[in-house]
C-alpha cells in the first residue's frame, strides 16, 4: 500500500505506550521504529495491527548519551522518499484527525524558509525562547517558535538541510539534568542557517501516562511539559 506520510518513533521499554500510538498511526501511514536496547517484547508486526507497513529495527541500548545517533540511524531507515514526515515520541497519542489538523496548518504558513511545525504544544515550554534566543510570534492558527524539539512534522528538505546529527559532547555526570542536547542542536543549526521553525496553535498529540515516568530524564519533577495546551 502505497502512502503520501512516513511515522518515526524511537522507543526504549514503553512497549504498551508504543503499541497504543502504533494502532493510532498504522492505519494512516507506514511507521519506522528504532528500539533503543528495550527488553519487552514490543509485538508490533504488520499481521497484528492494520493498517501499512511496520518497521521496527533493535540497536544496543544508546540512552541519552547516543541520541543522537540513534536518531541519526532512525532517519536513515525509509527506503523511499515521501512528502510528509512525523517525529512523535514513543509516550505520545495524536488528536482526532491530526494529519489534517498539522497539514492544514503547514500549508497555511506561507514563509518560503519554513522548516518544521513542532506538533506538541506543553505549558511548560509555550512562549518559551528554548534553546535559541528567538522570541516567539503569535499567528492566528499557528506560532513561529525558532526552536523544534522531536515532536514535529516536516517535508524531505528538512532531513537535507539538518544533514548528520554530530556527536552531542555534554557532561551528564556533571549535569545529569541536561536534556540529550539533539534538539538543541538542530534547533540552533536551523536558525543560523536561516530557516524558520513553527508550532501548532494547539498540541496535536497528548502525553500518555507513562510520559510522567521520563526513560530520558529521571530526574525531571516538573510535569507542566506533560500537560499539553489543547
Same mark, same amino acid.
Given at each position: ?15 504498551? #505506550? ?14 519506522? @521504529? ?12 504488520? #499481521? ?5 507497513? @511496520? ?122 539534568? #541536561? ?52
Amino acid at each position: 500500500m502505497d502512502c503520501d506520510i512516513v511515522f518515526l518513533i524511537t522507543t526504549f521499554d514503553r512497549a504498551d #505506550s508504543c503499541r497504543r500510538l502504533v494502532k493510532k498511526l498504522a492505519p494512516i501511514g507506514d511507521i519506522y @521504529i528504532l528500539n533503543d536496547g528495550s527488553e519487552k517484547e514490543y509485538n508490533l508486526e504488520k #499481521s497484528l495491527l492494520k493498517g501499512h507497513e @511496520i518497521t521496527i529495527v533493535k540497536q544496543s541500548h544508546g540512552g541519552k548519551r547516543y541520541y543522537w545517533k540513534t536518531v541519526n540511524r532512525l532517519w536513515k531507515l525509509p527506503e523511499k522518499r515521501y512528502k510528509y514526515y512525523f517525529m512523535i515520541p514513543d509516550d505520545f497519542l495524536p488528536v482526532h484527525d491530526f494529519t489534517d489538523k498539522a497539514l492544514q496548518t503547514w500549508k497555511e504558513i506561507t514563509d518560503p524558509k519554513k522548516i518544521c511545525l513542532n506538533t506538541y504544544v506543553d505549558q511548560g515550554r509555550l512562549n518559551k525562547d528554548c534553546w535559541t534566543g528567538v522570541k516567539s510570534v503569535e499567528y492566528d492558527n499557528y506560532r513561529y517558535t525558532g526552536w523544534v524539539d522531536m515532536c514535529f512534522m516536516c517535508e524531505r528538505r528538512f532531513f537535507d538541510v539538518v544533514g548528520i546529527i554530530p556527536q552531542i559532547n555534554l557532561n551528564w555526570n556533571v549535569n545529569p539534568q #541536561s536534556s540529550s542536547g539533539t534538539g538543541a542542536h538542530i534547533s540552533k543549526l536551523l536558525n543560523m542557517k536561516g530557516y524558520k521553525m513553527y508550532q501548532s496553535k494547539t498540541s496535536l498529540f497528548i502525553p500518555q501516562k507513562e510520559a510522567f515516568d521520563s526513560k530520558m530524564n529521571s530526574w525531571r519533577k516538573d510535569d507542566k511539559i506533560n500537560i499539553a495546551v489543547l
